[in-house]
């Protein structure tokens, strides 16, 4: 029987502001705990929070790229619940004036398709520290260094229909954050985080149960907790079951999920305005200045990409899609002068190994002068395709740039037209078989056959010689026998 | 007052400007009428308990410090003055309880920007006065510190919630005390007590590092013997501060400067439903004699109602219990204050924390303000109080198109005995029946001695326009200028004789 999967995604990031939403204290990932956090942070009494015009900015900047209406008068309120990480015991965020108004976000799948993805709203609030349940023997550990970072919520329409188009989305959103500098796009690091909710339905139906797994920081597990969740849906209804309300949490590493409380336990949340903050009144100008310095934004660059540097639709989207993968694709093509082969090596290599790693671009070990350094010695001859990799992967353990690996493992390729046509003169000397082989062959079967000899040429040049050049030389040798 | 009188007082016995002169004057130093302060509090503060905590060291610290830079040629607005804070303002190094035992061990490593200011003054602490747990009471019945005693008559409550400020004023203990107001808690007990004390209007006085109770409402005043001295106090104590976003980036104005204007041709709006059921006949007639004396000197009492005001009470109790809620939250035992022992877990621990920590009116106040705000209720209850606060504002706005200030009673009667009210909340919560509307409001408020019902001290009210303090200033100073009901002292209090007795 046929079902239909409705997905809606709540995506928090982290705005990449230096101090808090409310406070002064630094917002860098990473430090020891506890040691960015103020008096406010820790939710000292009396204290009073003063908000961050930075964070607003950078608020009003992803409602603009996103083609939504940005609140002229936008209100913060209390969401109130007890957890340790929390320290005033109340989430200060926007409900029924947030920053940003509805939206739409424009993704293109593999086979072409274009869709656009609603956004209900997206709103300003602070994160909550971290509770850290090991090492405290039984007891747990509070960091509250996050506490009071700034986030974008941005809600989703129920607009998404399988995993494949929640990724395309969870990559475009990470796209136009990163574009526009609003946040560092670190998934490892918290810094981009993804609510699924998701509900089946036969189509043509009303809205099924929804449940909402929280927190997926990387879009395989998304990719994965979906096809999980929806799967357990579809059998629960076909066993005769139904899906219940709840929350729930998806283990990425044993791709695992469970329930953490259903709709019942659900905490009232007594949402008030905030009577510490006052509401935030906009004029036309200021948002107009914003708009005016606005950066490129990733469906302008994949155009300009495929204009510029002659790619693909699909390659363009690939590697203007995230800002830091274009600026490398910039930076790496300046720098070689070979489009094609850079676009192929970024693509292929380098995000293999990059995904294989759990790596982003920004940290790639390899950064683009050094690949572009590679690619030169490619293009020039210097080295084969089959030494680039050994190139890369050297360059990849931190063993220097590229010329330096090419000397130390002496690793040029032989592209001396006498010394390799010495070479084919040896191997055919001591090839009488497959010589006589070749000859009486059907002209047709012939370029099979020519792996052998290139194979013991390469065999006898140590894998140096020019591959191309073999080529013509075999060929032009061989032609000269029959 | 010439200056032999003036010399003659004891050293308790003088007012803030009193003080300043004779300190100008060499007449005596920081360092002397600080220690007769503390020696003071010492032998008397056992009866009426106005003091949580008195800084005796550091009292003395400040006030020699202060001598010093007068001796210098440094003397900055309040330099050497013994003044003391309610314990709701954060002071760096000194336990801040707000009254309560889930903050009894509370140390801030700040100071709250009202405390910077008095110590920019050159003002010195002597102490931080007793108060209703978190602000919340009108009778002070419900600090953990035990209550304060009335200095008129000890059978009979202070006020609240600054009544340990009001309190220590009284009887001399300070010459002026720090208070907040967040539905009557300055005006109430100063009346109650027979001083002078000012609600400013909000977003005048930074909350910063004053412990909140409902953040809409609250605001930071002074207390003292007179307008004059208030004036003096609130030079010092109202500022823009950047770390409040709800304070207002407005001017200080001198407030001294315009005290001795003349009333002539000041339109004064009383309205009718301040004069209704549940006022006591003694405190009405002293309120018509203030407004009498007014009239000597030219006012123009214009008769102007406020419609709303009977919806003031309701609305008060469900927008500042709602804050309350939220406010009072981060008390959860996990940073600090107090923590139960021992807890099983984390809800144990919360329950137990909170229901150790706070006082049944504390959490009364909780309980109602999470109800009003909860799924189903809120725009029954919040939402709707938060439309009635409009509606009371405006009230205020088109009266203060006719009159320049508003008078009517503080509180509905005189002091009463302790646990009269006890039982009953909504008793005690309509003690603020007259002061709570300009919390509302926003608008600023005062209460000036003004006459005195089978011994106990009323309190003639005076509200304002928005930052109007100087108007309102200027009226009490007038009005003291002509009565003498400030200077009347509960029996024992003041070392020399009564020097304007009779004088109407």
Redesign the interface.
Same mark, same amino acid.
């Given at each position: 029987m046929e079902w239909e999967t409705v997905i809606g995604l709540e995506v928090h990031a982290q705005l990449a502001t230096k101090s808090k939403i409310f406070s002064g204290s630094s917002t860098a990932f990473g430090a020891e705990p506890n040691t960015q956090a103020s !008096?406010l942070d820790? *939710?000292? /009494? !009396? +204290?009073?929070?003063?908000?961050n015009e930075q964070a607003y900015r950078y608020a009003i900047m992803f409602g603009l790229a996103i083609d939504a209406e940005i609140a002229k008068t936008s209100v913060f309120e209390?969401k109130?619940y007890?957890y340790?990480d929390l320290?005033?015991?109340?989430q200060t965020t926007q409900l029924e004036r947030p920053i940003v108004g509805a939206g739409h976000v424009d993704i293109e799948l593999a086979n072409g398709t274009k869709k656009s993805i609603r956004i209900h709203h997206a709103h300003l609030e602070e994160d909550a520290g971290k509770s850290l349940h090991e090492d405290f023997h039984g007891m747990?550990g509070?960091d509250l260094n996050r506490a009071g970072t700034p986030l974008v919520e941005i809600v989703s329409e129920p607009d998404i229909r399988n995993a494949e188009e929640a990724v395309a989305f969870a990559k475009k959103l990470h796209s136009i954050v990163t574009s526009l500098g609003i946040c560092d796009g670190e998934m490892s690091q918290g810094s981009m985080r993804f609510d699924v909710n998701i509900s089946v339905r036969r189509p043509g139906e009303a809205f099924g149960t929804r449940t909402e797994t929280k927190n997926l920081n990387s879009f395989r597990f998304m990719e994965d907790c979906i096809a999980l969740e929806v799967e357990r849906q579809i059998d629960l209804i076909e066993d005769g079951g139904k899906v219940i309300q709840e929350t729930r949490l998806y283990n990425g590493e044993t791709k695992q999920a469970r329930s953490m409380r259903s709709k019942e336990e659900a905490n =009232?949340y %007594?949402?008030?305005p905030c /009577? =510490?903050?006052?509401p935030v009144v906009l004029d036309d100008d200021y948002i107009e200045s914003i708009r005016q310095n606005l950066p490129e934004l990733p469906d302008a660059r994949h155009d300009r990409f495929m204009e510029q540097y002659g790619l693909s639709s699909y390659d363009a989207n690939i590697l203007s899609g995230d800002a830091n993968m274009a600026q490398y694709f910039e930076t790496a093509t300046k720098v070689s002068g070979d489009t094609k082969l850079t676009a192929n090596w970024i693509m292929g290599e380098l995000s293999a190994r990059l995904n294989a790693e759990d790596q982003s671009i920004k940290h790639s070990p390899v950064n683009a002068e050094q690949l572009a350094g590679m690619i030169t010695r490619l293009v020039d001859g210097t080295i084969s395709s089959k030494m680039a990799k050994q190139v890369f992967e050297a360059m990849w353990n931190g063993e220097g740039a590229a010329d330096e690996i090419i000397e130390a493992k002496g690793l040029k390729q032989v592209s001396d037209s006498g010394a390799i046509e010495a070479m084919v003169d040896e191997v055919i000397a001591n090839s009488d078989k497959q010589i006589d082989n070749y000859r009486n062959a059907d002209e047709s079967k012939r370029p099979k056959m020519l792996g052998y000899f290139v194979g013991q040429i390469m065999k006898a040049s140590k894998g140096q010689a020019n591959p191309q050049q073999v080529n013509e030389i075999l060929l032009k040798k061989l032609n000269e026998l029959i | 007052m010439n200056n032999s009188i003036t010399n003659q007082k004891a050293l308790h016995d003088k007012t803030i400007a009193e003080i300043l002169a004779g300190l100008n004057a060499g007449e005596f130093t920081s360092v002397e009428i600080t220690q007769h302060f503390l020696d003071r509090i010492k032998q008397l503060d056992g009866t009426y308990n106005s003091y949580i905590t008195v800084n005796e060291a550091s009292a003395l610290a400040q006030a020699e410090a202060a001598d010093k830079r007068r001796a210098e040629g440094d003397v900055p607005a309040l330099c050497g003055v013994p003044i003391a804070h309610k314990d709701i303002?954060?002071t760096n190094g000194v336990r +801040?309880s707000?009254g309560s035992k889930m903050?009894d061990n509370?140390v801030?490593?700040?100071d *709250?920007t009202v405390v910077e200011n008095f110590a920019n003054a050159g003002a010195v602490v002597l102490g931080k006065t007793n108060m209703d747990q978190f602000a919340m009471g009108s009778s002070n019945e419900t600090s953990f510190y035990g209550p304060v005693k009335n200095p008129w008559d000890t059978n009979t409550v202070p006020g609240g919630s600054s009544g340990g400020s009001a309190a220590a004023v009284a009887a001399h203990l300070t010459p002026g005390a720090t208070a907040t107001d967040t539905g009557g808690s300055i005006r109430q007990p100063a009346a109650l007590c027979g001083i002078t004390g000012l609600k400013p209007t909000y977003g005048r006085v930074s %909350?910063?590092?004053?412990? *909140?109770f *409902?953040?809409?409402l609250d605001q930071g005043g002074p207390m003292a013997r007179t307008a004059e001295d208030c004036a003096l106090m609130l030079n010092v104590m109202a500022s823009f501060d950047?770390? =409040?976003?709800?304070s207002i980036d407005r001017e200080v104005p001198n407030y001294t400067a315009n005290l001795n204007q003349p009333l002539a041709g000041l339109k004064v709006g009383i309205p009718k439903e301040y004069f209704k059921e549940g006022l006591n006949p003694g405190t009405e007639q002293a309120v018509r004699d203030a407004l009498a004396e007014l009239e000597k000197q030219g006012v123009t009492l214009i008769s102007i109602s406020l419609p709303h005001t009977k919806l003031a009470v309701p609305a008060y109790y469900v927008i500042a219990p709602?804050?309350a809620?939220?406010n009072l939250? @981060?008390f =959860?035992g996990? @940073?600090?204050g107090h923590r139960c022992d021992d807890p099983k877990d984390?809800r144990d621990m919360?329950m137990r924390t909170r229901a150790e920590g706070f006082g049944d009116e504390v959490k009364r106040r909780i309980l109602v303000g999470?109800y009003c705000?909860?799924?189903g209720y809120?725009d029954a209850y919040?939402r709707k109080a938060q439309q009635v606060r409009r509606l009371i504002k405006q009230d205020f706005v088109d009266a203060f198109e006719q009159v320049d200030v508003i008078m009517g009673p503080t509180s509905p009667s005189p002091a009463f005995e302790f646990g009269a009210k006890g039982d009953d909340p909504v008793a005690m919560y309509l003690e603020d029946i007259y002061t709570i509307a300009t919390n509302l409001a926003g608008l600023p408020g005062m209460s000036v001695p003004c006459g005195l019902v089978d011994d106990k001290p009323v309190g003639l009210q005076i509200i304002g326009n928005y930052f109007d303090e100087s108007r309102m200033l200027n009226v009490a100073h007038q009005f003291q200028q002509a009565t003498h009901w400030h200077q009347q002292t509960p029996a024992g209090i003041a070392s020399e004789a009564k020097d304007t007795e009779g004088a109407e």
């Amino acid at each position: 029987m046929e079902w239909e999967t409705v997905i809606g995604l709540e995506v928090h990031a982290q705005l990449a502001t230096k101090s808090k939403i409310f406070s002064g204290s630094s917002t860098a990932f990473g430090a020891e705990p506890n040691t960015q956090a103020s !008096g406010l942070d820790l *939710a000292m /009494p !009396g +204290t009073l929070p003063v908000p961050n015009e930075q964070a607003y900015r950078y608020a009003i900047m992803f409602g603009l790229a996103i083609d939504a209406e940005i609140a002229k008068t936008s209100v913060f309120e209390r969401k109130n619940y007890f957890y340790p990480d929390l320290p005033k015991a109340y989430q200060t965020t926007q409900l029924e004036r947030p920053i940003v108004g509805a939206g739409h976000v424009d993704i293109e799948l593999a086979n072409g398709t274009k869709k656009s993805i609603r956004i209900h709203h997206a709103h300003l609030e602070e994160d909550a520290g971290k509770s850290l349940h090991e090492d405290f023997h039984g007891m747990s550990g509070i960091d509250l260094n996050r506490a009071g970072t700034p986030l974008v919520e941005i809600v989703s329409e129920p607009d998404i229909r399988n995993a494949e188009e929640a990724v395309a989305f969870a990559k475009k959103l990470h796209s136009i954050v990163t574009s526009l500098g609003i946040c560092d796009g670190e998934m490892s690091q918290g810094s981009m985080r993804f609510d699924v909710n998701i509900s089946v339905r036969r189509p043509g139906e009303a809205f099924g149960t929804r449940t909402e797994t929280k927190n997926l920081n990387s879009f395989r597990f998304m990719e994965d907790c979906i096809a999980l969740e929806v799967e357990r849906q579809i059998d629960l209804i076909e066993d005769g079951g139904k899906v219940i309300q709840e929350t729930r949490l998806y283990n990425g590493e044993t791709k695992q999920a469970r329930s953490m409380r259903s709709k019942e336990e659900a905490n =009232d949340y %007594r949402y008030f305005p905030c /009577p =510490d903050l006052l509401p935030v009144v906009l004029d036309d100008d200021y948002i107009e200045s914003i708009r005016q310095n606005l950066p490129e934004l990733p469906d302008a660059r994949h155009d300009r990409f495929m204009e510029q540097y002659g790619l693909s639709s699909y390659d363009a989207n690939i590697l203007s899609g995230d800002a830091n993968m274009a600026q490398y694709f910039e930076t790496a093509t300046k720098v070689s002068g070979d489009t094609k082969l850079t676009a192929n090596w970024i693509m292929g290599e380098l995000s293999a190994r990059l995904n294989a790693e759990d790596q982003s671009i920004k940290h790639s070990p390899v950064n683009a002068e050094q690949l572009a350094g590679m690619i030169t010695r490619l293009v020039d001859g210097t080295i084969s395709s089959k030494m680039a990799k050994q190139v890369f992967e050297a360059m990849w353990n931190g063993e220097g740039a590229a010329d330096e690996i090419i000397e130390a493992k002496g690793l040029k390729q032989v592209s001396d037209s006498g010394a390799i046509e010495a070479m084919v003169d040896e191997v055919i000397a001591n090839s009488d078989k497959q010589i006589d082989n070749y000859r009486n062959a059907d002209e047709s079967k012939r370029p099979k056959m020519l792996g052998y000899f290139v194979g013991q040429i390469m065999k006898a040049s140590k894998g140096q010689a020019n591959p191309q050049q073999v080529n013509e030389i075999l060929l032009k040798k061989l032609n000269e026998l029959i | 007052m010439n200056n032999s009188i003036t010399n003659q007082k004891a050293l308790h016995d003088k007012t803030i400007a009193e003080i300043l002169a004779g300190l100008n004057a060499g007449e005596f130093t920081s360092v002397e009428i600080t220690q007769h302060f503390l020696d003071r509090i010492k032998q008397l503060d056992g009866t009426y308990n106005s003091y949580i905590t008195v800084n005796e060291a550091s009292a003395l610290a400040q006030a020699e410090a202060a001598d010093k830079r007068r001796a210098e040629g440094d003397v900055p607005a309040l330099c050497g003055v013994p003044i003391a804070h309610k314990d709701i303002f954060c002071t760096n190094g000194v336990r +801040t309880s707000c009254g309560s035992k889930m903050l009894d061990n509370f140390v801030p490593p700040y100071d *709250a920007t009202v405390v910077e200011n008095f110590a920019n003054a050159g003002a010195v602490v002597l102490g931080k006065t007793n108060m209703d747990q978190f602000a919340m009471g009108s009778s002070n019945e419900t600090s953990f510190y035990g209550p304060v005693k009335n200095p008129w008559d000890t059978n009979t409550v202070p006020g609240g919630s600054s009544g340990g400020s009001a309190a220590a004023v009284a009887a001399h203990l300070t010459p002026g005390a720090t208070a907040t107001d967040t539905g009557g808690s300055i005006r109430q007990p100063a009346a109650l007590c027979g001083i002078t004390g000012l609600k400013p209007t909000y977003g005048r006085v930074s %909350r910063w590092g004053m412990i *909140a109770f *409902a953040s809409s409402l609250d605001q930071g005043g002074p207390m003292a013997r007179t307008a004059e001295d208030c004036a003096l106090m609130l030079n010092v104590m109202a500022s823009f501060d950047p770390k =409040d976003s709800t304070s207002i980036d407005r001017e200080v104005p001198n407030y001294t400067a315009n005290l001795n204007q003349p009333l002539a041709g000041l339109k004064v709006g009383i309205p009718k439903e301040y004069f209704k059921e549940g006022l006591n006949p003694g405190t009405e007639q002293a309120v018509r004699d203030a407004l009498a004396e007014l009239e000597k000197q030219g006012v123009t009492l214009i008769s102007i109602s406020l419609p709303h005001t009977k919806l003031a009470v309701p609305a008060y109790y469900v927008i500042a219990p709602a804050e309350a809620s939220a406010n009072l939250s @981060r008390f =959860d035992g996990v @940073r600090y204050g107090h923590r139960c022992d021992d807890p099983k877990d984390l809800r144990d621990m919360y329950m137990r924390t909170r229901a150790e920590g706070f006082g049944d009116e504390v959490k009364r106040r909780i309980l109602v303000g999470a109800y009003c705000l909860s799924a189903g209720y809120y725009d029954a209850y919040y939402r709707k109080a938060q439309q009635v606060r409009r509606l009371i504002k405006q009230d205020f706005v088109d009266a203060f198109e006719q009159v320049d200030v508003i008078m009517g009673p503080t509180s509905p009667s005189p002091a009463f005995e302790f646990g009269a009210k006890g039982d009953d909340p909504v008793a005690m919560y309509l003690e603020d029946i007259y002061t709570i509307a300009t919390n509302l409001a926003g608008l600023p408020g005062m209460s000036v001695p003004c006459g005195l019902v089978d011994d106990k001290p009323v309190g003639l009210q005076i509200i304002g326009n928005y930052f109007d303090e100087s108007r309102m200033l200027n009226v009490a100073h007038q009005f003291q200028q002509a009565t003498h009901w400030h200077q009347q002292t509960p029996a024992g209090i003041a070392s020399e004789a009564k020097d304007t007795e009779g004088a109407e």
